[in-house]
């Protein structure tokens, strides 16, 4: 790991004209951590082994073109000015919001394509999917980003963190909230939360683990967005994501309590694979 002044060089490997960032590494981790969870799962529910390989195979690169999409439709002004750099992905700028809307819709595709019960698919994608993005979120980390306003050394200091941490936070002379830590410990203890839920058989119906992951993500991001200094907006007033996050809080809570009050649905942990809802 190359390190000047006690700051994590983002570029990992340098090989002549090839590089090779952290960014991409730790995503990339990320990414096959979560699969490798969610296949397991899938296999322990009797799906075939390589379904969630299959359904990744779509969902990802999906996913990663939306999350870049919705990244530079906020940055169009600059980007209209800059049209070289809309690929650049490794300098970091994907929003992760655009990202699971676009890989959710080759989910969808996905589950009508294979006649497969979408519910349980996403049950089974949500914690592995938190997961990822806890894991994710230190990409970030080596890139100087997603980080919220500036804070004194004491500060930092004072919440224990490792020294290493407290360096990367130091950026042109100035430390920063590390709000991408305060997302990933969010999204890790959600993980842990969701996995004890989906445990515990009879407690969740189908789709409420991924209801679970929408009403758990979108309340932690309304507030750490809210300590950001990166945010993308709408308009002057309104940062994209809080307003994102509000909408699916919202309704996540009121489907959740519909589909319970409407119809029955099938436990989690239940025959039936192939079947609606």
């Not at 340098?14 to 096959?32: D, E, F, H, R, V």
């Not at 019960?117 to 994710?136: E, K, R, Y």
């Not at 890139?143 to 490792?162: D, K």
């Not at 809080?242 to 409407?262: C, E, G, M, P, T």
Request: hydrophobic fraction near 50%; glycine fraction near 8%; aromatic fraction near 14%.
């Amino acid at each position: 790991m190359n390190i000047l002044l006690n700051v994590i060089d983002p570029v990992a490997i340098s090989i002549g004209p090839i590089k090779i960032y952290w960014y991409g590494i730790i995503i990339a981790l990320a990414m096959l951590i979560g699969i490798s969870l969610a296949t397991k799962e899938a296999q322990k529910l009797g799906l075939e082994e390589d379904t969630m390989v299959d359904m990744a195979l779509w969902a990802i690169p999906i996913g990663f073109i939306g999350a870049r999409l919705y990244y530079v439709l906020f940055k169009w002004d600059y980007y209209i000015q800059n049209p070289s750099e809309i690929i650049a992905i490794w300098n970091g700028g994907i929003a992760i919001y655009g990202g699971l809307i676009a890989g959710g819709l080759a989910v969808y595709w996905f589950a009508r394509r294979k006649k497969m019960t979408l519910t349980l698919l996403l049950d089974i994608l949500a914690p592995s999917v938190l997961l990822a993005q806890s894991i994710g979120r230190w990409g970030n980390f080596i890139n100087q980003e997603a980080h919220g306003g500036p804070v004194t050394r004491q500060f930092l200091e004072n919440l224990y963190l490792p020294e290493f941490i407290i360096n990367q936070m130091n950026i042109n002379g100035t430390y920063y909230h590390p709000t991408f830590l305060y997302e990933s410990l969010w999204s890790l203890l959600g993980f842990i939360l969701l996995i004890i839920l989906r445990n515990q058989k009879g407690l969740l119906r189908r789709g409420e683990v991924a209801l679970s992951y929408v009403i758990w993500y979108s309340f932690g991001r309304f507030f750490i967005e809210g300590m950001r200094t990166d945010s993308l907006w709408i308009g002057d007033s309104m940062r994209a994501s809080q307003v994102l996050s509000l909408v699916l809080f919202i309704s996540a809570i009121v489907l959740w309590i519909y589909r319970r009050r409407a119809y029955p649905t099938k436990p989690y942990y239940s025959e039936g694979l192939i079947a609606s809802r």
